[in-house]
C-alpha cells in the first residue's frame, strides 16, 4: 500500500496568512489551530478581549466565535516586514457582518507574527483591535530631508 505523504509545509508567511483567513471563512477549527505553531507562548488578541495564552485557550476561543458561524473576514492591506525567521504583518481586516439594518461593514487592524522553524512558518501571535472605515486609509511618514 502506497505511503500518503503529508502535505508540504508552507512556504511563506503569506500562505499561512492566507490558510488562516480561509479557515476563519469556513469557521473550520482544525484549518486554522494548523496554521499556529506548537509552542506554549503564542497568544492571541481579538478586538476588546483579553490576552489568551497557548494553543488550548486560542482554540477555546475561536470555538466560541465559530459557535455564531463563519466570519466573512477579507484581510484588505497587508504591510510586510520579513526578516530570515520572523515576520510581522499589519493586516486591516474588513469583516461584513449581518444585522437587523441589513449587511454592515467592519474594519479591525490585526498584526499578525509568524516563525520558521524546521517545520516552516507558523503563527505565532495574533493581535486584533477595533478600527474604522478611516482605517482604509493608510498615514504613513513621507521621507525626511536632511539639510
Known amino acids: 500500500m502506497p505511503r500518503i505523504k503529508p502535505p ?3 512556504a511563506t ?9 480561509e479557515a476563519l471563512q469556513r469557521a473550520d ?33 475561536f470555538e466560541a466565535i465559530f459557535a455564531n458561524g463563519a466570519v466573512a473576514v477579507r484581510p484588505q492591506k497587508v504591510r ?7 515576520a510581522v504583518h499589519s493586516v486591516l ?4 457582518i449581518t444585522t437587523a439594518e441589513g449587511l454592515q461593514t467592519a474594519w479591525v487592524l490585526a498584526t499578525n507574527v509568524y516563525l520558521k522553524s524546521g517545520g516552516g512558518w507558523a503563527m505565532a501571535a495574533h493581535h ?20
Open 8 to 10: 508540504p509545509a508552507p
Open 13 to 21: 508567511p503569506d500562505e499561512i496568512e492566507q490558510q488562516f483567513y
Open 29 to 61: 477549527i482544525e484549518a486554522l489551530m494548523a496554521v499556529w505553531s506548537d509552542d506554549d507562548e503564542i497568544v492571541c488578541v481579538h478586538p476588546g478581549g483579553p490576552r489568551v495564552m497557548g494553543p488550548a485557550a486560542i482554540r477555546a476561543a
Open 80 to 86: 510586510r516586514l520579513q526578516s530570515l525567521n520572523c
Open 93 to 96: 481586516e474588513r469583516i461584513e
Open 128 to 147: 486584533a483591535s477595533p478600527g474604522s472605515p478611516r482605517e482604509a486609509q493608510d498615514i504613513a511618514e513621507g521621507p525626511a530631508t536632511i539639510h
